[in-house]
């Protein structure tokens, strides 16, 4: 059900697609050199050398690498501190050599080094997936028609850009808001259902267990 994170250097071949897929843990890829695109749950970026993107548990992504390919560093994720999606460090290189020696060593270099960035697209499939995050109720249908484009047109370019039909991509979202509040939140379960959009905890639960696998996180799940 769920990638592996291939923790240490890694290298990736020109103008290879890695389909959208799913991690149970959380890392961070560190980009020693090339370059590549990589469509995730908070959008699409342009990652080049020196850039860190930071991959939380249950999030899904798809990666297309450039004619150069690329070669990256993955560290799993030591510590509970919250980090920027994307940041860049100042010697990839470096950590990648500590890493050799110890792997935690390399992450608390990386957190010392590490500053915040942000460079998203823009493009329409970039602004729907920002609403889809947000907005349980939005129509696609509607939200075509606003911006003179054809459903279908819709659902074809996303799922191009994404690797997920926009219906899959709101879910998974909703699923992933559903699991933070349950591990953050005093809410009661039906209270964050509720919340959420979901019809009931039930249904809260059936999202959660189908992300995770996990149904004993929900109470009453099946």
Known sequence: MFAKAPIGRQQHAANQRLERHCHDSAFATVVLSGSYLEAGDEGR?????????????????????SRRGAH????????????????KVTDPDRLARTAQRSPQDAWSALLDDLRACDRRHQDWPDTLAEQLRCGSTLSLRQWAQDIGLRPETVS??????????????????????ALAHICHSRLPFADIAVTLGF????????????????????????
């Open 199 to 222: 019809a009931d905890q039930a249904h809260m639960s059936r999202a959660v267990t189908a992300l995770t696998g996990a149904g004993y996180l929900v109470p009453g799940g099946p």
């Open 45 to 65: 970026r342009a990652i080049e050398a020196g850039d860190v993107l930071i991959h939380r548990a249950y999030e899904s992504h798809l990666d297309c690498f």
């Open 72 to 87: 990256v560093l993955i560290l799993p994720i030591a510590t509970a501190v919250t980090l920027p999606v994307l940041g």
């Open 156 to 177: 074809r370019g996303f799922q191009l850009a994404y690797g997920s039909s926009p219906k899959g991509f709101r879910a998974s979202a909703r699923a992933r808001a």
